[in-house]
């Protein structure tokens, strides 16, 4: 019926989410730090949200950054990832978009409410440092884009 159809939509939606690999004008890739490790900005889609209305969204509200200036260039890739909830596992996809940030103005504001410590421009050449002490997906987006 039509109620259990909506709870399913929704916890279908709970297991989908967006994200972006922002691009700045000096080459810099977008970083965040949540709970010790480095990842990119990312969540969950809001009901009767587009994929690529989520990335930009989640990426505006866990940095900060002008969205104005932040262009959606196109789908990158997606990675499967586990999230933990009350001790269980549950199976999650993010889809993935490469973001041009169009502004000289790259001061960022992390969300400190999403456990965001740290939101950081990090120059191509050194991401690999970075990387070592990543979530597990970070790694294949960024390569995605290199290659």
């Not at 259990?4 to 916890?11: D, K, P, Q, R, S």
């Not at 970083?31 to 209305?53: A, H, M, S, V």
């Amino acid at each position: 019926d039509f109620y259990n159809m909506i709870t399913e939509t929704a916890l279908s939606l709970k297991q989908i989410t967006a994200g972006g690999l922002v691009l700045n004008v000096k080459n810099e890739i977008l970083l965040i730090q949540k709970k010790k490790l480095w990842d990119l900005p990312k969540g969950k889609l809001d009901f009767f949200e587009t994929l690529e209305n989520a990335a930009i969204r989640e990426v505006v509200e866990e940095t900060g950054i002008n969205e104005r200036y932040l262009e959606l260039v196109k789908p990158l890739t997606s990675t499967n990832y586990f999230s933990k909830k009350n001790g269980k596992a549950i199976p999650k996809k993010a889809n993935w978009f490469l973001m041009h940030y169009h502004s000289y103005d790259l001061e960022l504001f992390p969300d400190p409410s999403e456990s965001i410590d740290i939101a950081k421009w990090v120059c191509l050449s050194e991401i690999s440092s970075y990387l070592k002490n990543s979530r597990d997906y970070v790694n294949p987006v960024i390569s995605t884009f290199l290659s």
